[in-house]
Nanobody
Framework: QVQLVESGGGLVQAGGSLRLSCAASGSAGSIAAMGWYRQAPGKQREFVAI???????NYDDSVKGRFTISRDNAKNTVSLQMNSLKPEDSGVYYC?????????WGQGTQVTVSS
């Protein structure tokens, strides 16, 4: 099992920045990929960004150039630096890891961007 604890959400004005963090524990040593998803009210959960154990990253087109994902393999943490935030970035952000052949999810952290 892998347990995930997220932090860093909040309320910010459009154009502002937030940094999300996620710490993994348990069978964290077997983590392959770490990423972030988000879900806006009334919408499905959608992919935001992912980083592989070797550091390769991938982003949804909507956040490219504004968000940066990074991970610390020694600490089993993943972060998401979000800059130039837009109201459409609002939602609950979920940390996701792939480990021991399974997906694990955090409890979610709210991000609200006001216009």
């Amino acid at each position: 099992q892998v347990q995930l604890v997220e932090s860093g959400g909040g309320l910010v004005q459009a154009g502002g920045s937030l940094r999300l963090s996620c710490a993994a524990s348990g069978s964290a040593g077997s983590i392959a990929a770490m990423g972030w998803y988000r879900q806006a009210p009334g919408k499905q959960r959608e992919f935001v960004a992912i980083v592989a154990r070797g550091g390769t990253t991938n982003y949804d087109d909507s956040v490219k150039g504004r968000f940066t994902i990074s991970r610390d393999n020694a600490k089993n943490t993943v972060s998401l630096q979000m800059n130039s935030l837009k109201p459409e970035d609002s939602g609950v952000y979920y940390c996701n890891v792939i480990a021991i052949g399974r997906d694990f999810w955090g409890q979610g952290t709210q991000v609200t961007v006001s216009s």
